[in-house]
């Protein structure tokens, strides 16, 4: 699940620096692009180096922020000048990196039009050391350019060899490339089909990660543990390491914030903690981008209309509308229409139909859950149309094995609530009871108590996302403080004036 979202996409959204601006603009060409591919990586590359030289690891995430446009078209002759440009020839992973990149399948002519303007420029001086921040991010775009040609092996090779020379490192502005280099090996093994191999690996990885304070690596590390072990059905331990055990780091940037909520919405939602659940997958589609990361935001919303259907709540309708989500959920638009008419036949149809969907999903675990609230929703219908009726017209109208099936699902549904209703035993029908005004129940202050919530939520992630000014900034406050007269030394003053002139 590649993303890239506020803060990122970010709880506090970031504006681009100079440094991201100014690069050398090179005369216009009937050839050239403006933001060509190799002007790119020089403007990353030099933004890591200022993140080296000034300790700032967030520079080294903006950087990786500004990586689209490399991550998607980088191609075999761009990764090869990059190497012989930015590694000295005496580096042992020089010569490694090359032969990787000769792997690479070879883009086509159209495509190295701006590099060959680019190669008239005047060579640069031989490099005589890199930066290990600089080969880290060069050969995570050779093993993504691996991972988009579906060269998986070549890329779990080249992942492995990379997680294993980090871990030889300790350098804090390596962090947010260690992060992606456990993420690009989790992506390999997921479409490798061989994600429980790297658990044990994945779970070092973390403890180590909490030991450096290292809050980038906690937080990508804690969502794909979560999501390995959701892969193989484990439920009661990602319970168990995301929400008992873990804390999120609060420093996380947002991106990994959102994925947190989304898992832990749907590890909520298995064990029927669907309130839960629904408030966690709002607030990872809330903080989503409106922009980018469509196929997140449908996986997403796809969950919570299973979730407000398990409620007992009907999603609206311009959810099933909107042109981004028309496609993707007309099954569960056929599902939904089931469920609110109560027609037990026509959900059993819409689940066979789309069972293949559902279980791509990974959600046809919960849509089984459903034909009690399909039955619940048709014996609610029943209650509010009727005064009285037997069993056994319950029984045809919810298409139930028999009148005994029939009590016992409204004995059921009258001791949850459901509907307000009296079972005649003796007689063998059902009572309901007359309609009472529904500001004298319970429902308005559920209703108030469910926006109360909401807004108190939205009030504390405000605070917690206010930035306050470093510790040194109060220092010389205080010492500002301390050096100016308090009102007791002015008033002495001004009397020993006062004493002075008698």
């Known amino acids: 699940l590649e993303l890239v979202l506020p803060g990122s996409w970010a709880r506090r959204t970031t504006m681009p620096d100079a440094m991201d601006t100014d690069a050398t603009t090179p005369e216009p060409g009937p050839t050239q692009k403006p933001g060509s591919g190799f002007e790119d990586l020089r403007r990353i590359v030099s933004l890591i180096s ?3 030289d000034t300790k700032q690891t967030r520079l080294v995430s903006r950087a990786l922020r500004h990586n689209s446009p490399l991550r998607t078209g980088a191609t075999s002759d761009l990764l090869t000048k990059a190497v012989e440009l930015y590694f000295p020839e005496a580096d042992p992973l020089r010569a490694g990196l090359l032969a990787q990149i000769a ?3 070879v883009a086509e002519a159209a495509e190295a039009t701006s590099m060959d303007v680019e190669g008239e420029e005047k060579a640069p001086e031989k490099p005589t050391e890199i ?3 600089v080969s880290v991010y060069l050969s995570l775009l050779v093993i993504n350019a691996f991972i988009g040609a579906e060269m998986l092996d070549q890329a779990q090779a080249a992942c492995e060899a990379l997680v294993t020379l980090l871990e030889t490192l300790n350098r804090r502005t390596l962090d947010p490339l ?19 191999s790297i658990r044990t690996l994945l779970l070092s990885a973390h403890r180590t990660a909490c030991l450096h304070h290292d809050e980038m690596g906690q937080a990508t590390l804690l969502n794909l543990l979560l999501r390995n072990l959701l892969s193989q059905n484990l439920v009661e331990q990602a319970y168990k390491l995301g929400v008992e055990l873990t804390n999120f780091p609060e420093k996380a940037s947002n991106n990994q914030f959102c994925r947190y909520l989304y898992y832990t919405g749907r590890i909520s939602a298995l064990q029927l903690e669907y309130g839960d659940a629904y408030t966690k997958l709002l607030q990872s589609l809330r903080k989503a981008p409106q922009n980018t990361a469509a196929g997140f935001r449908r996986t997403v919303q796809k969950l919570m209309v299973i979730v407000q259907l398990l409620m007992g709540e009907v999603p609206e309708r311009s959810t099933f509308n909107h042109k981004e989500y028309r496609a993707a959920l007309a099954p569960y638009l056929v599902l939904t229409q089931a469920v609110r008419a109560g027609d037990l036949l026509r959900f059993n149809a819409a689940v066979a139909e789309h069972a293949a969907v559902f279980k791509a999903d990974k959600t046809y675990t ?3 859950r459903l034909s009690h609230n399909v039955i619940k929703t048709g014996l609610r ?3 509010v149309s009727y005064s009285r009726i037997s069993m056994e017209d319950i029984c045809a109208k919810l298409h139930l094995d028999s ?16 509907i307000d209703a009296v079972i005649d035993h003796e007689n063998g029908w059902m009572t309901s009871k007359e309609l009472t005004n529904v500001y004298a129940t319970n429902d308005p202050q559920r209703a108030f108590h469910k926006r109360i919530n909401f807004c108190l939520n939205v009030h504390n992630e405000a605070v917690r996302a206010m930035v306050y000014p470093p510790v040194s900034y109060k220092k010389k406050a205080d010492e500002k403080k301390d050096d100016e007269p308090t009102a007791e030394e002015i008033a002495k003053e001004i009397e020993e004036e006062l004493a002075e002139e008698e």
Not at 184 to 194: A, D, F, N, P, R
Not at 405 to 410: D, I, K
């Open 381 to 383: 219908r029943i209650s």
């Open 131 to 133: 930066l290990p921040e």
């Open 50 to 52: 200022r993140a080296v």
């Open 366 to 368: 919960l849509v089984i």
């Open 178 to 196: 260690t992060s992606k280099a456990y993420f690009y090996l989790s992506l390999v093994h997921e479409k490798k089909g061989t994600l429980p």
């Open 103 to 105: 792997v690479l399948p």
């Open 403 to 418: 009148p005994q099936s029939a009590e016992f699902v409204c004995a059921k549904a009258i001791r949850d609530g459901v």
